[in-house]
């Protein structure tokens, strides 16, 4: 099969491959430097390629412009992926030791391997911006919308009794399968993964120095 790499915005290195195929696709966008651990997107791909006979992309460390004209206009994100059966914006949780359920829903205990228990933001927390940015854009394509955070450091063990799109690497193929199975359930038509991909394109900074403009903001 012949491939070609797609022009996506946002894009700094694309696999040769082909996408918006009704068979098969795969868009990979990969950033230059600073990328989440390769084991997050090497995990999703695995996964990913089990469940999607209609293909998904998976695109790391995306610049969102969730609130231009304000003081903080854009959000960071690790991953975002597309799949026929939702969007996902993905955390990688960088935590050492053990991880429990905060005071309050918009927080995360840590106690780190010294036995310090530090506060932390709660991924939900985090992600609740770009969400609320990209439901309205993806709700045309009638394609929902998840946020989720994956543990990537060792050794990190999770609370049992924190919610549910808090996980391991090992649980995400099951994770993505229910969410699949739940979709399927409702007899709902399979995502359109390019025509959602391109819809939350238009909100992405594919400019090569974005990552840094984001960063010297945060920092300020």
Not at 4 to 33: F, K, M, N
């Amino acid at each position: 099969m012949n491939r070609t790499c797609a022009d996506i915005p946002g894009s700094r290195h694309c696999r040769e491959q082909e996408y918006g195929r009704a068979d098969w696709d795969e868009l990979e966008i990969v950033s230059a430097s600073d990328s989440p651990p390769p084991s997050l997107s090497k995990a999703f791909r695995y996964a990913l390629d089990r469940l999607c006979t209609n293909g998904y992309a998976l695109v790391e460390r995306v610049i969102l412009m969730h609130a231009p004209g304000t003081r903080f206009p854009t959000t960071e994100l690790d991953l975002l992926v597309v799949t026929p059966f939702g969007t996902f914006v993905v955390t990688a949780m960088r935590h050492h030791g053990t991880v429990l359920p905060g005071p309050d829903q918009e927080t995360l205990s840590v106690v780190d391997i010294r036995g310090e228990t530090l506060i932390r933001t709660s991924p939900a927390r985090r992600q609740a911006s770009a969400i609320r940015c990209l439901r309205p854009l993806l709700v045309q394509h009638a394609c929902p919308i998840q946020g989720l955070a994956v543990a990537v450091d060792l050794p990190c063990a999770l609370h049992p009794l924190l919610p549910e799109s808090i996980l391991e690497a090992p649980e995400l193929y099951h994770w993505l399968r229910l969410r699949m199975i739940r979709f399927n359930s409702n007899g709902q038509r399979n995502v359109n993964v390019q025509r959602a991909f391109d819809a939350i394109a238009t909100r992405m900074d594919s400019r090569v120095e974005a990552l840094d403009e984001h960063r010297a903001r945060v920092c300020k």
